[in-house]
C-alpha cells in the first residue's frame, strides 16, 4: 500500500510543479477584437446646408432626409463600441428615404444615386466594423463621408441649375433639326 501511495504521490507532484503558461496570448487577442477608429478626415469637414437653403428648396419638409442627415452627422462623433448599431440604423434610414418621395427639385436620377453610393459606403463599413478590420473600416468610413459631402454638393449644385432659365440666351425655342424631313447635307 505504501508503494501505492508512493507512486500517486509523485504523480501528483509531477503534474503540479508544471510550469503555469502565462496569459499574454489572450490579452493580445483582446485588443485586436477592439475597434478602434481615428477621426476621418472627410468628418471634421461635412458640408453643410444653410438655412436658407433648406428653406428655400422645402428641405425641412423632407422629414426623411433630416432623419438622414442627422444620423450621418450624430455618427461622426460616435463611440467606436456602438459603431455596430450606429451603422445598422443608418443602413435602415437610407433605405427609407429611398424608398419615400422626394421633394420635386430633387426626384431626379443624380441625387437617387448619390443616396445609393451612400448606402454601399454603410454596408461596406458596416462588414469591416463586423469582421474587426480596423484599418479598412476608418477608409471606409472616410470614403462614407466623402460621399455624403458629394451628395450635398450635388444637391446644391442641382438646386442652383433649377434657378436657371432656359430662355436666358434669348432663344425662346430650342430649334431642332428633323433629319428626315430635311437632310442635314441637301441642297434643297
Same mark, same amino acid.
Given at each position: ?14 503534474f ?16 485586436? &477584437?477592439?475597434l478602434?477608429?481615428?477621426? =476621418? ?5 461635412? *458640408?453643410q ?19 438622414f ?9 460616435l463611440? =467606436? ?12 434610414? *437610407? ?5 419615400s418621395p422626394?421633394?420635386?427639385k430633387?426626384?431626379?436620377? =443624380? ?8 448606402q454601399?459606403?454603410?454596408i461596406?463599413?458596416h ?14 468610413l ?5 460621399e455624403?459631402?458629394?451628395l ?9 441649375e433649377n434657378?436657371?432659365?432656359? &430662355?436666358?440666351?434669348g432663344v ?11 437632310p ?5
Open positions: 500500500m505504501l508503494r501505492y501511495f508512493s507512486i500517486v504521490l509523485m504523480i501528483i507532484c509531477l503540479s510543479c508544471e510550469e503555469k503558461k502565462s496569459d499574454t496570448s489572450s490579452i493580445v487577442d483582446k485588443t485586436k &477584437d477592439k478602434t477608429i481615428s477621426a =476621418p478626415d472627410h468628418a471634421t469637414q461635412l *458640408t446646408l444653410t438655412p436658407k437653403f433648406i428653406e428655400e428648396n422645402n428641405i425641412d419638409q423632407w422629414t426623411q432626409f433630416k432623419k442627415k442627422d444620423a450621418i452627422e450624430d455618427m461622426t462623433q463611440n =467606436p463600441e456602438g459603431i455596430m448599431t450606429f451603422i445598422s440604423e443608418l443602413y435602415k434610414i *437610407t433605405s427609407t428615404l429611398l424608398k422626394f421633394p420635386e430633387f426626384d431626379k436620377l =443624380p441625387i437617387h444615386s448619390r443616396i445609393k453610393v451612400v454601399t459606403q454603410i461596406k463599413s462588414f469591416y466594423a463586423a469582421n474587426k478590420q480596423n484599418e479598412k473600416l476608418n477608409q471606409s472616410d470614403e462614407l463621408y466623402l455624403y459631402n458629394i450635398l454638393k450635388r444637391m446644391i449644385s442641382m438646386a442652383e434657378k436657371i432659365k432656359l &430662355d436666358s440666351m425662346s425655342q430650342p430649334s431642332f433639326q428633323d433629319s428626315k424631313m430635311k442635314a447635307f441637301s441642297r434643297k
